[in-house]
């Protein structure tokens, strides 16, 4: 599985932006989608996954609410819509995909790095106060 984000900018804080993420590759059906970011002299971490087939989705804290994680099996394209952004989501953008192991896995699982199988490069996203 290939992946490739795009869509990052600048952008005032209350503003919006929408990232996409271009999926390349076999039984992607079979997958979920999540997006990581990741600010200077931190960590990776979770923002939201969406699972492939059924369009079930689980958000960090964080993106509940002001983000929202949606596909386009045509088009083979998973979006990530931010609204009233904040300077602290300034980051780099990533998406990830992961194999789905078993049928009922919680989508909570999704929620650690440790459970995807492949990533692309990311996008950078700056939010401006």
């Known amino acids: 599985v290939q992946l490739q984000a795009s869509g990052g900018g600048l952008v005032q804080a209350g503003g919006s932006l929408r990232l996409s993420c271009a999926v390349s590759g076999p039984f992607l059906s079979s997958h979920v989608m999540g997006w990581f970011r990741q600010a200077p002299g931190k960590e990776r971490e979770f923002v939201g996954v969406?699972?492939?087939?059924?369009?079930?989705?689980y958000y960090s804290d964080s993106a509940n609410g002001r983000f929202a994680i949606s596909r386009d099996n045509a088009k083979n394209t998973v979006y990530l819509q931010m609204s009233r952004l904040k300077p602290e989501d300034t980051a780099v953008y990533y998406c990830?995909?992961?194999?789905?192991?078993?049928?009922?896995?919680?989508?909570?699982?999704?929620?650690?790095?440790?459970?995807?199988?492949?990533w692309g490069q990311g996008t950078q996203v700056t939010v401006s106060s």
């Open positions: 990830e995909a992961a194999r789905v192991r078993a049928v009922r896995t919680p989508m909570t699982t999704f929620g650690r790095r440790s459970a995807y199988d492949y």
């Open positions: 969406i699972s492939w087939s059924r369009g079930t989705t």
